[in-house]
């Protein structure tokens, strides 16, 4: 009953920056939380970023201070800024909502983060 639609990947230099979107539609009331996530070739799926409906944000220790999730509320939309890329940051990443309701988190496709020279 949710849906999360991704854009915004593509390939970036080493200290770049790149924006990724995450619109959201569907039954956005049961949302608790929306988070950002990603996953390397060969690596588990890690968490990025998430937001709380209060606006709280937690970020892993890897991106803090380089990435910036917020969300405009109008647009039904989630934002991850992400600026000064390192080769590391190169992933596939995830929107993923956090619901109140079974089945309690739905994700969006993914898209690809390259950061290369």
């Known amino acids: 009953q949710v849906q999360l639609v991704v854009s915004g990947g593509g390939l970036v230099q080493p200290g770049g920056s790149l924006r990724l979107s995450c619109v959201v539609s569907g039954r956005i009331y049961t949302i608790s939380a929306l988070g950002w996530y990603r996953q390397a070739p060969g690596e588990q799926r890690e968490l990025v970023a998430n937001?709380?409906?209060?606006?709280?944000?937690n970020y892993a220790a890897s991106v803090k201070g380089r990435f910036t999730i917020s969300r405009d509320n109008a647009k039904n939309t989630v934002y991850l800024q992400m600026n000064s890329v390192k080769f590391e940051d190169t992933a596939v990443y995830y929107c993923k909502a956090d619901l109140v309701v079974p089945p309690y988190a739905n994700w969006g496709q993914g898209t690809q983060v390259t950061v290369s020279s």
């Open positions: 937001i709380t409906l209060g606006g709280s944000t």
